[in-house]
């Protein structure tokens, strides 16, 4: 089975421009989570989904971050305008979530540099 | 909030020594899971506890919850340079579907 799939792996960008970072959840999951990753902060939970609804964004930094899921088989998180201190790498990540315990299965990632 | 604390944030280890990390949460947790991350990569499950005190072995790997689920330990005998990278805990409040993750341990192995 394919994983979670994120792109771009990749991107740089200049400040102040617009960054979408897109996401494949694994299919048949009902959750699916953005992270973000930075070696002060470490992992931070940003957002995440279940059944396509946002259920908790207050990891979310500010109103220039903002996630999407219109369906359950993509998620979008874009920054508008980006800041060289949104340099990270941010993982989409899904599951199954039933009860409690929900393991949780990471993409590998979009590096992101904002210059 | 729930916060997850993981002690030390770093290990340098000698290779084929044991070493232990660390895992504790301010509240009672009603699981943990451990992931690893290798250099460069994504972090990947490696296992989950939910009972009190449970141990599981995977391995060299040998993880422990604490009787009260506040604590939790991973300790790995006769490291291998394989075993580089970081390993973060992660827990659930009762009722509360949110993952918290710790900072993370980052293991060094010296050959």
């Known amino acids: 089975d394919a994983g979670v799939i994120q792109s771009p792996r990749h991107e740089v960008t200049e400040m102040g421009q617009e960054v979408t970072l897109r996401c494949k959840p694994i299919s048949g999951h009902n959750s699916l989570f953005w992270y973000r990753q930075t070696m002060m902060r470490g992992l931070e939970l940003l957002i995440y989904f279940n059944n396509n609804v946002p259920i908790d964004d207050s990891g979310m930094p500010e109103d220039r971050f903002s996630a999407k899921m219109p369906n359950a088989s993509f998620s979008t998180l874009k920054i508008q305008p980006s800041e060289p201190r949104d340099s990270a790498v941010y993982f989409c990540?899904?599951?199954?979530?039933?009860?409690?315990?929900?393991?949780?299965?990471f993409g590998e990632g979009s590096w992101l540099t904002v210059v | 909030g729930q916060q997850v604390m993981q002690i030390p944030q770093y290990q340098h280890v000698q290779e084929g020594e044991d070493f232990t990390t660390y895992c504790n949460s301010s509240t009672t947790l009603s699981n943990i899971q451990w992931y690893k991350q290798r250099p460069g990569g994504h972090p990947v499950f490696l296992i989950q506890?939910?009972?009190?005190?449970e141990v599981k072995k995977q391995k060299r790997l040998t993880f422990q919850f604490g009787e009260a689920k506040k604590n939790s330990s991973l300790h790995i005998t006769a490291t291998q340079t394989t075993d580089v990278g970081t390993y973060f805990c992660?827990?659930?409040?009762?009722?509360?579907?949110?993952?918290?993750f710790g900072k993370g341990n980052q293991v060094v192995v010296i050959p």
């Open positions: 992660a827990g659930n409040l009762y009722g509360n579907n949110r993952l918290a």
């Open positions: 990540a899904s599951s199954f979530l039933e009860g409690f315990g929900n393991t949780i299965y």
């Open positions: 506890l939910v009972k009190s005190g």
